[in-house]
């Protein structure tokens, strides 16, 4: 049977078995899915019953199944796609731990809403040509957010045209220091090199150590931050730190836990040590073995992890190029104002200079140039910005770093479909990267995709070293949206960073809620803006914030600055 045919096929099986094996299936406790997408299951496997053979509508699904009205608009609102994306995981989850010992199985291939029953397999995760073809089937709900159009990925692979002459520009633009440059060139670091090795607590538990161990490795490998190498190689030029990550595997019965230690793999001191532990809650080993492999691979690989945050803190690296500016970069962009991001700029320009091909480099100074001015677009380059950042990807078409370049360069410039298409894509890479899902919150949150947007920041607070910025900033926005004054002050004073917004939200919080503390909120931010009342909505319009979210700003400013004269008053 060919491709085309299996997925068009009604089933693979007899029908009494395939519903014998969907009343089993919604029966058995260890599936872990939700009421709701069990019964969107229930209602596409009907269907299959009934004879669809092309796939059901999302529409269909929206108004039979999610109670949706019969004005439901599938391209304003994807809340079908979010919510089979979620069932699509939890079938393959269930059928990876339980396949081999069932006589049939049933899956949703990518891209189509059908129920496919077939002899039991294990099932497989989708391909990179799935995962490309469904890239428009983002995990979104919104509230009355603008129409996604197909045109995203046309889109993307129209800006993949790759303009060589203007990076060739921007780096001539740096030549004449070059040449000056070369001759007392400082160190070109390159990303740490990192080994991992785990071990059992008791025997009987040596095979799934084992497993844990492979996961994690594969799941650090889709990191950009350091490199997974052989155990004890020496670093050779150009210059590389080297960690070990020493883990110990404990089986209880009713948790996991992970007792680990960064070692320093010269002179074998311990860096960071810490213990992860997992709750079993009648749950499958495929399932715990991937949530704490999520939670291990952020705390040691992301941005603002336990490695990173060592690598981006060495004072040996201080005047060095390449890696240690890619790090210095994204904690500027994560932390700093303009001046810090400014700041990053010279490094990361000087290290294209003798590293042409560097994509990480590409990718931080992608989003350096469309930040530096505030995203404005009569000063920001987002034509270099998004060449740079497609030649990041092209350079390295795995690299999570280079579609988010790619996703903010497009967002910022007005491109919506094609920056979500980004985003997207830069999620597929790499699920557990909590810097790709605070970025990803940002663009739909701004976009009116604000169910989605929350959904996400919230993934990206989860098991992190450092909860990233943009995550931050959704949630304090999303608290303030809701009339949560309290919740949304508490949030954006988490968070460390001179953002014209964060400042906004504290100072708009505290107003109405008529703390006195209003006042010194609003004179924070008229000491970084002092013409706020003028600059703040035309500054917020160009990051691309939605209108409501703005005009709800202003108005509990207003509130503030009413505070403030009264207090002024008086004291007089």
């Avoid at 796939?55 to 109670?67: E, P, R, T, W």
């Avoid at 110990?248 to 810490?274: E, M």
């Avoid at 970069?329 to 490094?347: F, H, T, W």
């Avoid at 500054?539 to 703005?550: D, G, H, T």
Wanted: glycine share 6%.
């Amino acid at each position: 049977m060919g491709a085309d045919e299996h997925i068009a096929g009604r089933c693979e099986v007899g029908l009494h078995e395939a519903r014998a094996e969907l009343e089993r299936l919604l029966a058995d406790q260890r599936f872990h899915a939700t009421d709701r997408a069990k019964r969107i299951l229930r209602y596409i496997a009907e269907r299959c019953f009934e004879g669809e053979k092309s796939g059901v509508k999302a529409y269909a699904i929206a108004l039979d199944v999610l109670n949706r009205p019969a004005c439901f608009d599938t391209n304003a609102d994807p809340i079908v796609r979010i919510e089979v994306s979620r069932l699509r995981s939890a079938l393959s989850y269930y059928y990876e731990a339980y396949g081999p010992e069932l006589d049939v199985t049933v899956h949703l291939p990518v891209g189509r809403y059908l129920a496919v029953f077939t002899p039991s397999v294990v099932i497989s995760k989708p391909t990179d040509e799935e995962m490309e073809e469904a890239e428009n089937y983002v995990e979104l709900s919104t509230e009355d957010a603008p129409a996604m159009t197909e045109r995203s990925r046309a889109g993307i692979r129209r800006a993949q045209v790759y303009r060589v002459g203007a990076i060739a520009m921007a780096l001539a633009a740096a030549g004449a220091a070059a040449a000056s440059f070369v001759v007392g060139r400082p160190e070109m670091t390159v990303r740490p090199h990192v080994t991992v090795e785990m071990s059992a607590a008791d025997d009987g538990h040596a095979a799934e150590a084992d497993g844990v161990a492979r996961y994690l490795v594969s799941a650090l490998s889709k990191f950009r931050t350091l490199d997974i190498v052989a155990r004890r190689q020496s670093p050779k030029a150009p210059v590389a730190a080297s960690y070990e990550i020493e883990l110990k595997y404990y089986a209880a019965d009713d948790d996991r836990t992970v007792w680990w230690q960064v070692v320093d793999g010269l002179d074998g001191g311990v860096l960071k040590s810490g213990v992860d532990k997992v709750q079993l809650d009648g749950r499958s080993e495929a399932v715990v073995r991937s949530e704490l492999v999520s939670i291990l691979a952020r705390r040691f690989a992301s941005s603002r992890g336990v490695i990173g945050n060592l690598e981006a803190h060495d004072d040996a690296f201080a005047g060095a190029l390449g890696n240690a500016c890619v790090l210095r970069g994204e904690y500027a962009l994560d932390e700093g104002g303009r001046e810090s991001v400014a700041a990053a700029r010279p490094c990361l320009e000087r290290t294209l200079v003798l590293a042409p091909n560097n994509a990480d480099a590409m990718a931080v100074l992608s989003r350096i140039l469309v930040v530096t001015e505030g995203a404005d677009p009569e000063t920001a380059d987002f034509a270099e910005a998004t060449t740079l950042a497609n030649r990041a990807v092209s350079v390295d078409p795995g690299s999570d770093r280079g579609y988010v370049a790619l996703m903010m360069a497009h967002f910022y410039a007005g491109r919506t479909d094609a920056a979500i298409a980004s985003g997207n894509r830069a999620l597929a890479l790499n699920p557990d990267n909590p810097d790709v899902l605070a970025k990803l919150a940002g663009v739909l949150y701004s976009s009116g995709y604000r169910a989605a947007g929350v959904t996400l920041a919230e993934d990206a607070s989860e098991n992190v070293e450092a909860v990233p910025r943009d995550a931050r900033i959704v949630l304090a926005l999303e608290a303030y949206r809701k009339g949560d004054w309290s919740n949304a002050s508490l949030v954006s004073e988490q968070i460390n960073c001179s953002d014209f917004v964060v400042r906004a939200i504290r100072a708009a919080a505290l107003g109405e809620m008529g703390s006195t503390a209003a006042v010194g909120s609003l004179a924070h931010l008229e000491e970084m803006l002092p013409d706020y009342r003028t600059s703040l909505k035309p500054w917020m319009e160009r990051r691309r914030y939605p209108a409501e979210v703005i005009a709800s700003l202003e108005e509990g400013l207003t509130k503030a600055e009413r505070a403030t004269a009264e207090r002024t008053q008086a004291a007089n």
